[in-house]
């Protein structure tokens, strides 16, 4: 197996910066580089105060002042020459990642793992700019990296395999959650998540339901941490619509990631959320939000339409092989904490039903958007469940 002890981390920026941390906290040696050394500079300054509030707090382990000496900054790629892996957490362009990873591969041991931290490009088209493709893989940490469990290991049709297992020991040595999905878009989690926010959108302009109320349906009733509104507020409208509309096209255009224009309208008008002070919510000091209309019967329905087509989707990537039941569901409950996994959440309700709300909905609308996973439909005939 290959011992990864040296960490090159290419970007320096929200991704790269908690990689760096992440990987040096586990007692690795890192090296960071980023093109801009104004961001470089801040990363230097970030870890280093991430670091001193987790000690005071006592919750690192090993001294603050140990680990940040563990983390250099190189001037260039070159420095890069002995690292055992790299990260490379660089802007969402694949043209500029396939020029970092050609030069990449120019400086590292024939030995060296390349791995990309993208959400949306394809982990092939980024490892065809290798001469040895096999090393290439995807290693997806979620926002923050310190503090979120899931990381995502990425193997492309190139990706030896052997590889990517040991990834997987190695990024769970390091304390994370690691979980192990197919080159297809989205991957686990941004595949599977979707609905949540796009299901939400078609209840709301179906004027079925306000954001308040959809949002407490979906925490009090469906024991969501955060609604699907208010996540989106938090997240970012513009990076959400971005990724359901690169998800969508990566589909070739498969209906049940059709992107809304309520959510392109709220980029249009930079509500982006809390960062521009006002999504769907109004974040401004004064500012009065609506209540939501708490009507247990109408919470129910919201949930169980969203939840069943969260299920369909989990249903459909097992189906096609994207990953295990397993990783499906500690995906979503580590990944964007899911009250629970939700393959064992379609056992629970009955397949049956999950199955008949969605057959119902595909009924009532006519639209493919609501078409549900042959998988379902196999385990109806079959009475089997996820988890026997
Ligand atoms: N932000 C998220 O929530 C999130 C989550 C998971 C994965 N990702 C992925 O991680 C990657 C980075 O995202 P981010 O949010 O950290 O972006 P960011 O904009 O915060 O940081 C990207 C950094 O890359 C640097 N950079 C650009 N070109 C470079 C080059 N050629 N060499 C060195 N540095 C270069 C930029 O100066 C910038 O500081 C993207 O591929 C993104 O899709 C982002």
Redesign the pocket.
Known sequence: MNQVKKIGV????????GIAQVAATAGNKVIL????TE?QDQAQELISKMLNKLEDKGRLEGSAEEITKRITYADD?AEFKSCDLII?????NLQ??K??FEEIESVVSDTCIIA??????SIASIAAACKNPQRVMGI????PAPLMPLVEIISAVQTDPQLTANMKKTIESWGKVPVSAQDTPGFIVNRIARPFYGEAIRILEEDLANVPTIDWAMKELGGFKMGPFELMDF?GND?NYEVTATVFKEFFFDPRYKPSFTQKRMVEANRLGRKTGIGYYNYGEDATNLDPDRNDGLGEYIVNRIVAMLINEAADALYLHVATKEDIDLAMTKGVNYPKGLLAWADEIGIETCLNNLEELQAEYGEDRYRPCPLLRKMVKKGSTFYE
Not at 140 to 143: A, L
């Open positions: 290419i970007g320096a920026g929200a991704m790269g910066s580089f980023d093109s801009n961001v790629i490379e957490a660089i802007v969402e500029i990642k020029n970092v990309s931290n993208t959400s949306s490009l997806h940490f979620f926002n997240i990076i």
